[in-house]
């Protein structure tokens, strides 16, 4: 079957600092990556879509300088969210599809907790 | 572009009670429609999913959704809730070729004794 690992589950870090969180894709090919954020008490907002030979597609109110991120094969992309504050706590979700196929296989999230 | 409206924040039910979530989406298109489920502190989980056919679509744990192309809507349903299915219930749309999801306010579903 399809799944979706991603690392760290939970992680904490000080205001001002980095954070790198990693999706990997078993079972599938993950050609297409969308990592959203979930900030608390809301929905889930889509920060980007990562599609492998193309270029990564930033939401409006996320940009690359805030939130690279990597796929650099068919089963791994990573993110960081770089000069962390408190607006950015919440639970990261990447979300991953294979081809031609809409589903996309969800992994359980990074919770970002920022002191 | 794709939009999604929950207009329930919060349901609560009695356990043995029947269910109905709200979902009405936004789309020009055929959308591709989902409800997923969160439990607290963890991702989601998909509950069914609509891309064509049957409007009524089948999902776990005896959850059902129906797709009304007239009223725009993908309600969810289950006969007999369990306290168990307390949680946060997300209903999603994707257009056809756009791999992005657009996801609904989410509602927080209680089942009482």
């Known amino acids: 079957g399809a799944l979706v690992y991603q690392y760290p589950r939970r992680t904490i870090c000080k205001s001002g600092t980095s954070m790198r969180m990693e999706c990997q894709a078993v079972g599938f090919q993950a050609t297409s990556v969308a990592w959203y954020r979930q900030s608390p008490q809301k929905t889930f907002e889509l920060i980007a879509l990562s599609t492998v030979n193309s270029a990564i597609k930033y939401e409006q109110n996320f940009t690359q300088e805030k939130f690279p991120i990597s796929h650099p094969n068919l089963s791994f992309s990573s993110m960081t969210v770089l000069n962390a504050y408190l607006e950015d706590r919440g639970l990261y979700l990447c979300?991953?599809?294979?081809?031609?196929?809409?589903?996309?296989?969800f992994g359980p999230g990074t919770r970002l907790t920022v002191l | 572009a794709q939009s999604v409206t929950q207009p329930d924040a919060r349901v609560t039910v009695s356990e043995g009670a029947s269910l109905q979530l709200r979902c009405k989406y936004s789309y020009s298109g055929t959308p591709y429609l989902f409800w997923y489920v969160q439990y607290p502190r963890q991702g989601l989980q998909l509950l069914l999913k609509y891309y064509s056919g049957d409007p009524v679509v089948q999902g776990v744990n005896g959850f059902e959704a129906e797709f009304i192309k007239s009223n725009s809507s993908f309600h969810l349903r289950k006969a007999s809730v369990h306290w168990s299915d307390s949680a946060v219930y997300f209903c999603a749309v994707s257009a056809t070729g756009n791999y992005k999801y657009v996801f609904g306010a989410g509602t927080r579903l209680k089942v009482i004794a």
């Open positions: 979300g991953a599809r294979e081809g031609g196929w809409d589903e996309q296989y």
